[in-house]
């Protein structure tokens, strides 16, 4: 029987970086490389073809851009990485919590507590629970509704399913009887580990389901 119930970060990652030797001083090279191949070429110009004087300034005003082009994206880059650390930091508090997230959760025997939204229109619905093949295990009907829902990790005739990720979706049928597409359902998990991938930070749950930090919709504290 399908009745209400719910389920939340472990900082692991290395924050250790590698730079390589800093554009500016490769800059600083070139940039007096550069200076020293003009003063060489006007040393040796021929006196009755002298170059061009704009021909100077409009090589080393493009260079210039050059140069504070590179510096620029330096400094971009290291204020990511400092947002980046930061973003850690205040992350690293999520460990340990309980969050609420459509990936696979860890079934240990204890019921798990589903949050469906039923599709528009939705007439009936069924809770449809996937092994972590991606095999459907088994189905239950359950009220239109939104409110929470327990699910004791049993198939329909009343056997025990084995400890394992599982994930849910609701199937529901409309007016007439007619099919609406399939939804994913909520769940809560337990964080264990918060990873910080560059782009973007990804969170991993209990049971190694992972999840973009940017789809968890709700942190609460352990049930």
């Keep these: 029987m399908i009745s209400p119930t719910l389920t939340s970060f472990s ?39 002298p170059l061009d004087s704009s021909e100077y300034a409009a090589q080393l005003a493009q260079f210039s851009m050059v140069e504070q082009q590179v510096l620029s ?21 999520w460990i340990g919590m309980e969050a609420r997230t459509t990936a696979a959760v860890l079934f240990d025997t204890d019921p798990i507590t589903v ?5 528009a229109g939705a007439e009936s ?6 092994d972590n093949d991606g095999r459907e295990v088994t189905r239950h009907p359950m009220p239109v509704s939104s409110d929470p829902v327990v699910w004791a990790g049993v198939q329909q005739g009343g056997q025990p399913l084995p400890s394992g990720m599982y994930r849910f979706e609701v199937e529901a049928t409309g007016e007439g009887g007619a099919a609406l597409p399939a939804t994913l359902v909520e769940t809560y998990a337990r964080i264990v580990e918060v990873q910080n991938l560059g782009s973007g930070a990804r ?11 940017s789809e968890i919709s709700a942190l609460r504290e352990p049930s």
Excluded: R
Aim: glycine share 8%; hydrophobic share 40%.
């Design 125 to 130: 619905m069924e809770l449809v629970v996937y």
């Design 11 to 49: 900082a692991g990652s290395n924050n250790g970086v590698t730079s390589p030797l800093p554009a500016s001083s490769a800059l600083s090279s070139d940039f007096e490389t550069f200076i020293k191949m003009l003063t060489t070429q006007a040393k040796y110009q021929d006196p009755l073809e």
């Design 115 to 119: 949050l469906p939204t039923p599709p």
């Design 73 to 93: 994206n330096d400094l971009l880059s290291a204020l990511a990485a400092q947002l980046g650390s930061s973003t850690m930091g205040q992350m690293a508090g």
């Design 203 to 213: 969170v991993v749950f209990e049971g190694g389901a992972e999840a973009p930090a």
